[in-house]
């Protein structure tokens, strides 16, 4: 999941909407957000509220946010044919608005929170471990940012690959060394062995002690595990990371009747290994891996086509989106791990859509 981020930010251009005589299209991070007409100009600055935010009463009722006032979710929107995403707030909502805002997240100085969709029915037979279950050697996956909140982290000629990204539910499955450290650990270890094999989803964590129904139990993730036989072909000290897609997953179901998974990434030892190396794990464990849309320099020029389209796995359907990695693992003083996302507009549009793993 991406973290939420209310910057405050200067519009880097703004000009009249061809389809209405009373609107603009202002640009602010990358981000078209459309807005009355003659009420900003370039290089004002402003609080832009990207979409999946949720806008407290308060600032519905200061600013008249009709729209918003059944649950203050901030959404992509379509208006006269042009594409709107975000919310823009003048800087009088800050205390001290004169004061030197210009680049600060300031969303917890105004209650913005972001939007949390429920969790769908199939996938709530997992249950959280409590601290004492938990293998800690059992990383989660990178939280991935929106390209346009960081659009000077990959610069042109960058070798990065760009992936497909699967709308589904996130997974990841190991073969750990047992966490020991309490008496119960140590039995387990001597009854089981010092290898312990882990599996869920980013919250959802589950192993051999606690299935109820075979080795693998009866959720989506114990039937990836089964699918793939994944207890048996995954080495010691690794961690693989996917996406489980198809039927009831979520509202992308991919064609599908039943449900799969795509893998995306793999850790060993806790260090991720580079792309190359992850393509080479899973084929020689016949385990499918996410689309590639290319590999190559890196384009800003590109990014449009390969976000947009329709999806690599079922051509009937709209793509999410995509992911752009560097090709050699690097890290960024910003973000971390050198990898965003880029999420088809047409796809933000969708009414049920959710965008959150």
């Keep these: 999941m991406s973290q939420l981020i209310v910057e405050v930010c200067k519009i880097e251009n703004i000009e009249k909407h061809p389809n209405a005589d009373r609107l603009s299209i202002a640009t602010i991070k990358g981000w ?31 600013y008249n946010l009709e729209y918003l006032k059944n649950n203050g979710r901030v959404r992509t929107v379509k208006l006269r ?20 805002w210009i680049g600060q997240d300031v969303a917890k100085t105004l209650k913005i929170t972001k939007y949390e969709p429920p969790v769908s029915g199939t996938l709530q037979d997992g249950k959280r471990p409590t601290k004492k279950k938990r293998n800690p050697s059992f990383d989660k996956y990178t939280d991935i940012e929106n390209i346009k909140n960081f659009n000077t982290v990959f610069k042109e000629g960058d070798v990065v690959v760009i992936t497909e990204k699967i709308h589904g539910t996130n997974f990841r499955a190991g073969n750990l060394l047992r966490y020991t450290n309490s008496l119960w650990g140590k039995i387990k270890g001597f009854l089981f062995g010092a290898y312990e094999f882990v599996y869920g989803s980013h919250n ?77 794990f899973c084929l020689y464990r016949n385990l499918p891996f996410v689309p590639v849309l290319y590999t190559g320099e890196y384009k800003q020029e590109y990014l449009k086509g390969y976000t947009e389209g329709k ?47």
């Design 81 to 100: 044919g042009y594409i709107s995403q975000g919310l823009i707030l003048d800087m009088n909502c800050l205390p001290n608005p004169d004061g030197d």
């Design 32 to 62: 078209n957000c459309i807005v009355g007409l003659n009420n900003h100009k370039i290089g004002d600055l402003v609080i832009f509220c990207p979409p999946d935010s949720i806008i407290p009463d308060d600032l519905i009722e200061k």
């Design 204 to 280: 959802i964590q589950k192993t051999r002690g606690n299935m109820k129904r075979g080795f693998y139990g009866e959720d989506v993730y114990g039937k990836i595990a089964e699918k793939y036989k994944l207890a048996e072909v995954i080495p010691k000290d690794y961690i693989i990371y996917g996406e489980i897609y198809g039927k009831k997953i979520q509202e992308l179901e991919y064609g599908l009747k039943d449900i799969d998974v795509v893998f995306f990434a793999i850790k060993y030892k806790g260090k991720y290994l580079e792309w190359g190396k992850v393509v080479e």
């Design 311 to 357: 999806s690599k796995i079922y051509e009937s359907q709209i793509r999410e989106g995509c992911v752009v990695l560097s090709v050699n693992e690097e890290n960024h003083p910003r973000i971390g791990r050198k990898i965003l996302k880029s999420i088809n507009e047409e796809y933000l549009l969708k009414k049920n859509r959710t965008e959150h793993h």
